[in-house]
């Protein structure tokens, strides 16, 4: 006979690893679904400071993360590696549909996260991956001893920005405005960094190189003026690492009943149903005022807690 599972959980960050844990541990038939590795936006990041009880200095956020995936396992949630294409939420039993496989349901948590917004410059596309980047994590022993830019005046882009100082010869934050966004201890520091320094009032506008990223022209939003920054010439190249907000995963529900804002996160309740019965959504996907692993992690685990209570209608 053909499975339906009690709840079907779409993500692998904090948010769907802690739901799968309290489904799990519920002794709830739940699978954890993933397209690519576990994580999601904590996948890429350096260091976890403040997320209650995680003492252990300098852990990064794949390693964070693999320990919630291991106690999520322990507890019984099935995992899948899979990338959802579409889905059918209405009715009691639910219907996604894989690329590998279709997945039936009784209850879905949508944990699936958020993505870096593109700093909307010209040649952007073209230069992804050959100097422009999104994750220092990732990329930042490429720029050892370069010249790197970040966009973006939020923790993320000046925490990313003082990680990449220890690769890069010198780094340089543009900020579209002449004052941070980022928290004021995050600033302290940055602001203490000799190797950080700040371009403000200022947007990227255009990407140009001959394959690497060599060259930009980048506009003053006060006075209009736009300046080309070269590369030194015995680099050749430099990076530049976009850290300007996120944008919600959510283009798989358009159209399917679920309830949406203008920028694509769900609105849910306080208890994480969202406006279709059965239909839950758990961390940074969701309408809310405070997008942190403690926040995903308690989102999973109030929607899984719910998903068991309204299980004994079926
Ligand atoms: P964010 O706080 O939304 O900051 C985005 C930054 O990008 C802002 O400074 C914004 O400028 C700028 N920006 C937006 N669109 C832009 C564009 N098109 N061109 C140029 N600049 C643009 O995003 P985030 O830094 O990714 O953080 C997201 C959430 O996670 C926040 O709540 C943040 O506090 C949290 N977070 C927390 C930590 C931590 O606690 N350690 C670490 C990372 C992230 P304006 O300031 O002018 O709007």
Not at 290 to 308: F, K, N, P, S
Request: hydrophobic letters at 40%.
């Amino acid at each position: 006979m053909e499975e339906i599972y009690d709840v079907v959980i779409i993500g692998a960050g904090p948010a769907g690893l802690s739901a799968g844990l309290y489904a799990g541990r519920s002794q709830m038939n739940a699978l954890i679904l993933e397209r690519g590795q576990d994580g999601g936006q904590i996948a890429i990041t350096d260091s976890i400071e403040n997320y209650p009880g995680q003492a252990v200095q300098g852990e990064s956020g794949p390693e964070l993360v693999a320990r919630m995936a291991k106690q999520a396992e322990g507890f019984g949630a099935k995992r899948a590696s899979d990338s959802i294409q579409s889905v059918e939420l209405k009715g009691d039993v639910k219907v996604l549909h894989g690329v590998k496989q279709d997945y039936k349901t009784h209850n879905v948590i949508i944990a699936s996260g958020a993505h870096a917004r593109p700093i909307g410059c010209e040649n952007e596309g073209v230069f992804t991956g050959k100097g422009v980047s999104y994750c220092a994590t990732c990329d930042a022993n490429f720029f050892e001893d370069f010249e790197v830019y970040v966009v973006g005046g939020g923790n993320s882009a000046v925490e990313e920005a003082m990680y990449l100082t220890k690769f890069a010869r010198k780094v340089t934050v543009i900020h579209r405005r002449d004052e941070l966004r980022a928290d004021k201890h995050v600033q302290e520091k940055a602001f203490k960094n000799p190797k950080l320094h700040f371009m403000w009032d200022t947007v990227v506008v255009a990407l140009h190189g001959e394959g690497l990223l060599s060259s930009m022209d980048v506009k003053n939003v006060k006075t209009g003026e736009i300046t080309t920054i070269e590369a030194d010439p015995d680099d050749g190249m430099f990076g530049l690492f976009g850290f300007v907000g996120t944008v919600p995963n959510t283009k798989i529900f358009e159209g399917t009943g679920l309830e949406m804002d203008e920028r694509g996160y769900i609105p849910t309740d306080q208890d994480m149903h969202t406006n279709l019965p059965g239909v839950y959504a758990a961390g940074d996907v969701r309408v809310k005022s405070l997008r942190q692993v403690v926040t995903a992690a308690a989102d999973g685990a109030i929607a899984a807690v719910q998903v068991e209570k309204s299980m004994s209608n079926y």
